[in-house]
């Protein structure tokens, strides 16, 4: 309600659409135990009201309410069967993970720390919405490898004289270089061959040495050079030229000492 109201002021910002969290509360084994006997304890302190008074209803006693090794082997089996399937769960379906070890007071106070902590993380969804249909970089690397291979092989069966071109440049212009940091793992080489003017020869350069395991990236620099100089009226005439500085990182070599 407050949303709407403010919505279409400068105060909207304040006032964000409400959003629904799961919290799940841990304790440790001693807590748990002692916390199933108080509970138990309770529930019969109750349940002898309840039969006494004939006022109320009475609650549920379970087995482990009362009996400290039931409420070990029943904490036990949470750990053994629930745990991990829980801690997986984390993984697709988000939930909060909240210390309950202290006091109720203590508990509360962590399960508001944690939303508010939360809260400032999270995107409004009209936000969101906005930015979803950009990749996220865990998306774009998941298939990231079979894509490559595919790319590869369409360069040598469709585009057959480009991609062995790329090839002999790399062998020849930027592979010595490359050779002579085995050492650093870090190469930059200034190129200004036109082949690389085509977009379709630099993506194949960097597929190369991606499938080759390096890390190249490709900068592109236009420098303007001088050819003309008009007297008359101080007009400089000048041709661009394009160099590629290409940047390849790689594991380097140890080098052992002593």
Same mark, same amino acid.
């Given at each position: 309600?407050?949303?709407?109201?403010?919505?279409?002021?400068?105060?909207?910002?304040?006032?964000?659409?409400?959003?629904?969290?799961?919290?799940?509360?841990?304790?440790? $084994?001693?807590?748990?135990?002692?916390?199933?006997?108080?509970?138990?304890?309770?529930?019969?302190?109750?349940?002898?009201?309840?039969?006494?008074?004939?006022?109320?209803?009475?609650?549920?006693?379970?087995?482990?309410?009362?009996?400290?090794?039931?409420?070990?082997?029943?904490?036990?089996?949470?750990?053994?069967?629930?745990?991990?399937?829980?801690?997986?769960?984390?993984?697709?379906?988000?939930?909060?993970?909240?210390?309950?070890?202290?006091?109720?007071?203590?508990?509360?106070?962590?399960?508001?720390?944690?939303?508010?902590?939360?809260?400032?993380?999270?995107?409004?969804?009209?936000?969101?919405?906005?930015?979803?249909?950009?990749?996220?970089?865990?998306?774009?690397?998941?298939?990231?490898?079979?894509?490559?291979?595919?790319?590869?092989?369409?360069?040598?069966?469709?585009?057959? $004289?480009?991609?062995?071109?790329?090839?002999?440049?790399?062998?020849?212009?930027?592979?010595?270089?490359?050779?002579?940091?085995?050492?650093?793992?870090?190469?930059?080489?200034?190129?200004?061959?036109?082949?690389?003017?085509?977009?379709?020869?630099?993506?194949?350069?960097?597929?190369?040495?991606?499938?080759?395991?390096?890390?190249?990236?490709?900068?592109?620099?236009?420098?303007?050079?001088?050819?003309?100089?008009?007297?008359?009226?101080?007009?400089?005439?000048?041709?661009?030229?394009?160099?590629?500085?290409?940047?390849?990182?790689?594991?380097?070599?140890?080098?052992?000492?002593?």
């Amino acid at each position: 309600e407050l949303r709407a109201r403010f919505f279409e002021t400068p105060l909207r910002v304040h006032f964000r659409q409400p959003t629904i969290h799961i919290m799940v509360l841990f304790v440790d $084994e001693k807590t748990s135990v002692e916390r199933q006997i108080k509970r138990g304890h309770q529930a019969e302190a109750h349940n002898q009201e309840v039969r006494t008074t004939g006022v109320g209803e009475c609650v549920e006693l379970r087995p482990t309410d009362l009996d400290p090794k039931a409420a070990r082997r029943r904490y036990q089996v949470f750990k053994e069967q629930t745990w991990e399937a829980l801690q997986s769960l984390k993984q697709t379906f988000f939930y909060h993970f909240v210390n309950a070890q202290g006091s109720v007071a203590e508990v509360e106070r962590n399960i508001l720390n944690e939303l508010r902590y939360q809260s400032l993380l999270e995107l409004d969804p009209q936000t969101y919405d906005s930015l979803r249909n950009l990749p996220l970089a865990s998306e774009i690397i998941l298939h990231a490898r079979q894509d490559l291979v595919k790319r590869l092989d369409a360069y040598e069966l469709n585009q057959t $004289e480009l991609f062995h071109q790329v090839i002999g440049l790399i062998q020849e212009k930027i592979m010595p270089v490359v050779v002579r940091h085995a050492i650093s793992g870090l190469a930059t080489v200034n190129i200004e061959d036109p082949l690389l003017h085509d977009s379709e020869a630099l993506a194949m350069l960097i597929d190369i040495f991606s499938e080759r395991g390096y890390h190249a990236v490709v900068d592109l620099h236009r420098i303007e050079i001088p050819e003309q100089v008009d007297l008359a009226s101080g007009d400089i005439s000048c041709r661009q030229k394009k160099v590629f500085r290409i940047t390849i990182r790689f594991q380097g070599s140890e080098i052992r000492r002593g």
